[in-house]
């Protein structure tokens, strides 16, 4: 299928699961114990039309390339290659993402650029959010997770999707606001969420938002 694919066993599985992970583009083919591989593979085979089909939906890869249109908190930016040999590597202004850069470094170039901006946003936000539930955060950092746009520790260290520098900005607020709740509800209970909507109002639509984009994020670099 062009793919690549992952059988994994799951100790709590009672089925045979199929999945098409949009982040890395892979199956992952998921068996119950005791279910031998062979019987796996017959299961994805008879399911190829539907793996076809959600491959097939998954946006087009656009690289950081000279050219390429990418958004930046949601609004489109076109890389372009900076000529003059002093400006600073990197530069985002009026619509354009200019690059002092020999072709082959533009992805470390762009992707380092866009991970250190990620990690400004989120962590203004996520300390002004905190200070105004009389919270703390201890740290904030940024990295290319596949599986949670945000994570927060018992310690008060948040960590962020670097992706979600793609995102419009009242998609980063509802993760920030995510993820602040935690430092005072450790647990998606009903007070989680309730403290989620005083601080990120409305906040069904972003997370609406994230499940329907998730594979366009991801489809960046």
Partial sequence: MGSP???RVNPRARRIA???DAAERKLELVLPP????SKGLRFLTAKRAWVMSRIEALPQRVPFAEGAVVPVLGIPHRIVRETDPVAPSV???DGEIRVRSDPVHFTRRVSGHLAANAANELAKRAHQLAASIGREVVKVTVRDTKSRWGSCSGTGNLSFSWRLIFAPEPILDYVVAHE???LVEMNHG???W????????GSARPRAWLKRHRSELFSYG
């Fill in 5 to 7: 694919l992952l059988i």
């Fill in 18 to 20: 199929l999945r098409v």
């Fill in 34 to 37: 005791g279910v031998p591989p």
């Fill in 91 to 93: 530069v985002i202004s």
């Fill in 180 to 182: 602040v709740a935690h």
């Fill in 190 to 192: 009903p007070r989680f």
């Fill in 194 to 201: 309730r403290l989620v909507e005083t601080l990120s109002p």
